[in-house]
């Protein structure tokens, strides 16, 4: 308990900090390129997450936790649900498919945190919200069937992308061959009426657009198989997270430049089995991994973080107020194509 509670307090102390203007703390924002050492002890770990889960929902009226699932290891998978109204929008929002890509879970507990109060519980009553967190925990807590003796972060575990069986969950949603795309598929996709759905992950440290560092990327779903009104909705929404990040000084959101057209990634396949539209959000910097220019160092945590609940907000705001319907995704048209910077 003891230890999950300081875990809540740093998440908190991190927000605090992201919420103080931007020229404030410039020299560490998501541009900042630093590649030292991540200690990776600082990062929620699976069972502090379900502490909190588990007190939010003790919390919070109109949150409802359920278990779809459990991993490799048995761990439970968890999702949280806002069901207001049926009638209502609905968007799914996943974090950690690749499990070395935590900070945006650390984020969707401070905006999970953030529906329960004043600041966001109107939010409620206009759109339904489910949240899927930390998706691949095994791999997030390096509890898998290989070796990570590789990985360069230091801290009390490794994180990698991989499920147990050394499985890319993002590449399994036509095969859904493991037990966390499973319950994924089975207990949320197929089990509700989801109306747009936001993937979010981490990618490297070097991609740039303009000649800046960028803080993030995104793209809608590009396979052929997805109705173009599909497409159309994601496009939407990936307007709103453009216009809101880059509102900020420290944003700067280009468009994905690696983005593969097969069904078997989330933002493909989830546009063409469920006409869900999709959005993938990839954040600068990886928590861990075997490659120094993967990893991002912790002075820019605070914005990162930031970065996805103002993605999270924005959107379940937009969806709720109905202005997402009325997104100009001309924005696709002049936003950059990121490239690597060597
Ligand atoms: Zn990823």
Redesign the pocket.
Known sequence: MKKAASAVALLGSLALGAGLSAPALAGEGPNYGGNETVNTSILATYDELVTFLKDQDARQDAMTLEVIGQTVKGRDIHLVKYLTDPDNPTVLYVTQ??GN?QLTTEATMEFIRSLGTGKNAGLLEDVNILIVPMLNADGAMGDVNFSLEDYLAAGDRHLT?YNANEIDL?RDHVAQSQPETQALHSGVLAAYDIDYAVDL??QGTDREADGRLVSGAILYPTSPTVDPAVVEGSKRLGAVVHDAVNSYGWGHVAQYDVGGSADTIARNGLASQYDIATLLF?MRGMSDHEDPSRVLGQKSNGYLIRQTVVTLEATARAIADGSIETADISVWDTMPVQQSRD
Do not use: F, L, S, T
């Open positions: 498919q690749h890509e992308r993002n992950h981490h990839e």
